[in-house]
C-alpha cells in the first residue's frame, strides 16, 4: 500500500527460522478467519438479499486463496541462496506481492461489472435483511483484528508480502464499513445504497491491487533506491579513508533486502592489499551502518574510467615484458631486474624498474643507468614515464 509502510526497514535474514515460523503461523490464523467470514459473509448474503454483503464475501474468499499463496511463497523464499539462484529465492515473495495484486484488480473489476450490471437490467432492487448488517458489522471487527495481528509480525521480519497481505486484510475491514452503510440506508428504505457500497468496495479493492503491484512491478525491473537513500549511501562510501571519489553507483532490492554496486577511486599508487582493504571497509560500513543494504559490490579503480582514456587495448603484463626486454638488449643491467611495476592510468602505462645496488660500479652510475633505460622506452609510445629504482 503506498504512503502506508516504509520500505526503510531493518534488514532481517529472509531464511531465519524464526522469520518462517512465525509467518506461516499468522497466515494459517488468516486462512482460519478467512475461510469461516466467507462463509458466513456469502450465506448471509444471499439468504439476506444483500449484493454488497456477497461481494465482500467474494473479496474476502480473494484474501483466503492469497493466503495459501503467502504459504507457498514463504516456502520456497527461505530457502538459502544455490547455484542456480546465487541471490536467493528472496523475489518470490515479490512475485507473489505482484500475483496478489493483479488477482485483487481482476477482482474488482468482476464486482464492478455485476452491480453495474444490475442497476442496468431493470430489476427491483430488494432491500437486505437486518442479519446481513450484524455479519457486516462482525467481518468489520473481525478484519481489523486480523490486519493488526499480520502488521505486527510484517513489521517485525521485515516482510513486504506479509505486510501487504495484511494491508489486504485492512482494505477488507474498510470495504466491509462501506458494506454496513450501505446495509444500513436500504434499511432505511434507501435499497439502492446496497448496490453503490458494493461498487465502492470494487474500487477499493482496484486500489488496493495498483497499491501492491506498482511497487513489486518496480522491483522486478530492478529500481533503485529512494534517492535519499542512495544520497546517504553515496556520503558514507566517501567517509571512507582511501576513497578519492565514487561514479557508477547502482543499486536495486531483492526481496526485502537492497544490494549495492560501486565503483570507488583510490590513490593508483597503493598496492593491490590496500586497495582491496579500502574496498572491503567501504562493503562493512554499508552493510553495518545502513540497515537495509545486505550485501555491496565495491570496485576499485585508479581513476574515473568512464570520462579517461580505457585501458582495454593496452597489452598485458607478458606483452609488456617482452616489449621491454626487446627495448633493453643493448643494456646488460636488464637482466638483474628484480621487478618491474606496471600502472594503467589515462590510456598509457607508468612503468616502474627495481634492480639492486650491486649493478652500480660506482655512485654517478646509477643516474646514467636510469637515462639509459629511459631512452630506450622512449621508444615506446604507449610508455608515459619510466622510473628506475635501487635498493
Request: net charge negative.
Amino acid at each position: 500500500m503506498s504512503g502506508k509502510h516504509s520500505h526503510a526497514q531493518p534488514l532481517v535474514d529472509t531464511t531465519d527460522p524464526q522469520r518462517y515460523a512465525a509467518s506461516q503461523r499468522v497466515t494459517w490464523v488468516s486462512v482460519a478467519v478467512n475461510l469461516l467470514l466467507t462463509v458466513l459473509q456469502f450465506i448471509i448474503g444471499l439468504l439476506g438479499n444483500s449484493q454488497a454483503l456477497v461481494a465482500d464475501s467474494i473479496h474476502t474468499l480473494s484474501d483466503l486463496f492469497t493466503d495459501f499463496m503467502v504459504l507457498i511463497a514463504l516456502f520456497h523464499s527461505r530457502k538459502a541462496a544455490d547455484a542456480e539462484h546465487p541471490y536467493g529465492h528472496e523475489r518470490i515473495e515479490t512475485v507473489t506481492t505482484l500475483l496478489l495484486g493483479v488477482m485483487l484488480f481482476a477482482v474488482g473489476i468482476g464486482i464492478v461489472w455485476r452491480a453495474g450490471a444490475r442497476f442496468l437490467d431493470g430489476a427491483p432492487l430488494l432491500a437486505p435483511d437486518l442479519i446481513t448488517l450484524w455479519a457486516a458489522l462482525f467481518t468489520m471487527l473481525a478484519k481489523e483484528v486480523l490486519f493488526r495481528y499480520l502488521l505486527r509480525t510484517a513489521e517485525r521480519y521485515n516482510s513486504d508480502m506479509l505486510r501487504a497481505n495484511a494491508w489486504h486484510s485492512r482494505s477488507d475491514a474498510v470495504s466491509s464499513l462501506v458494506v454496513v452503510a450501505g446495509i444500513g440506508g436500504s434499511l432505511l428504505d434507501l435499497v439502492y445504497l446496497d448496490a453503490i457500497a458494493a461498487m465502492i468496495v470494487a474500487i477499493m479493492i482496484i486500489k488496493v491491487a495498483f497499491g501492491l503491484g506498482w511497487p513489486a512491478i518496480q522491483e522486478l525491473v530492478d529500481t533503485g533506491l529512494d534517492p535519499e537513500t542512495v544520497q546517504r549511501i553515496r556520503r558514507l562510501i566517501l567517509s571512507v579513508d582511501g576513497v578519492r571519489a565514487l561514479h557508477l553507483l547502482r543499486t536495486r532490492r531483492v526481496g526485502g533486502r537492497a544490494l549495492v554496486d560501486v565503483h570507488i577511486i583510490v590513490d593508483e599508487d597503493i598496492s593491490v592489499s590496500e586497495g582491496h582493504y579500502i574496498s572491503e571497509t567501504v562493503r562493512t560500513r554499508l552493510m553495518k551502518e545502513i540497515a537495509t543494504v545486505a550485501d555491496a559490490l565495491v570496485h576499485i579503480d585508479p581513476e574515473d574510467d568512464t570520462q579517461l582514456a580505457t585501458v582495454h587495448d593496452l597489452p598485458s603484463r607478458s606483452a609488456v615484458h617482452a616489449q621491454l626486454m626487446a627495448h633493453f638488449t643493448d643494456i646488460e643491467a636488464a637482466a638483474q631486474i628484480e621487478r618491474i611495476t606496471l600502472h594503467y592510468i589515462g590510456g598509457r602505462l607508468r612503468v616502474e624498474l627495481l634492480l639492486p645496488l650491486s649493478v652500480l660500479t660506482n655512485t654517478g652510475a646509477g643516474a646514467q643507468l636510469a637515462a639509459r633505460f629511459h631512452a630506450a622506452a622512449a621508444q615506446d609510445p604507449l610508455i608515459e614515464s619510466l622510473d628506475v629504482r635501487f635498493h
